[in-house]
């Protein structure tokens, strides 16, 4: 951030008073611009012994398999925001969803929150999809996921399904597991 989007001065990047990390601060005006974590919502679609899966039509890791999920918008909740990207990216809706994972990205200011639920109806690819499938366990294809949020959320689920147990997941992924995605640029 070069100016203040409230008066257009200039912004330094500096500690306020009373706060303990820097941020973006407008002298001329006062105005202190928070920068927070961005929140990433979608669902695990399940079909009977199969989970729906997206090939990403778009950047970052176009061509990628991934589940059905994207940037929350203002005014709507993380259920909603999944459900919406639901619709957008697999034309599929997912019946009486249930958050599932809760994973941090503290390095790319970012957190998935994947919901878990029933395939309720068809599929189809929508404009930010290539290609929408069904896959069961043995056809996932592990090399070829595009983040490893999707992969760790994956995991969980064939591991509890084996189990019959289906729990709430919080975790994190750090720089260097992420790297193993992306490569370190």
Known sequence: MNY???CGHTVRFAIPDGD?????LCDACGTVHYQNPRIVAGTLPVAGERIL???RAISPRKGFWTLPAG??????TVEQAALRETREEACAVVAEPT????????????VYMI????????FAAGPESLEVELFEETQIPWDELAF????????????DRRRGTFELYLSQIGREERERYFGSA
């Open 99 to 110: 958050l599932y994972t809760l994973i941090s990205l503290p390095h790319i200011n970012q």
């Open 115 to 122: 919901f878990l639920g029933d395939l309720d109806g068809g």
């Open 4 to 6: 203040c989007s409230h």
């Open 148 to 159: 490893p949020t999707i992969e760790r959320t994956l995991r969980h689920f064939f591991d």
């Open 71 to 76: 940037f929350m918008e203002n005014a709507e």
């Open 53 to 55: 899966l997206c090939r």
């Open 20 to 24: 303990d990390r820097p941020r973006f």
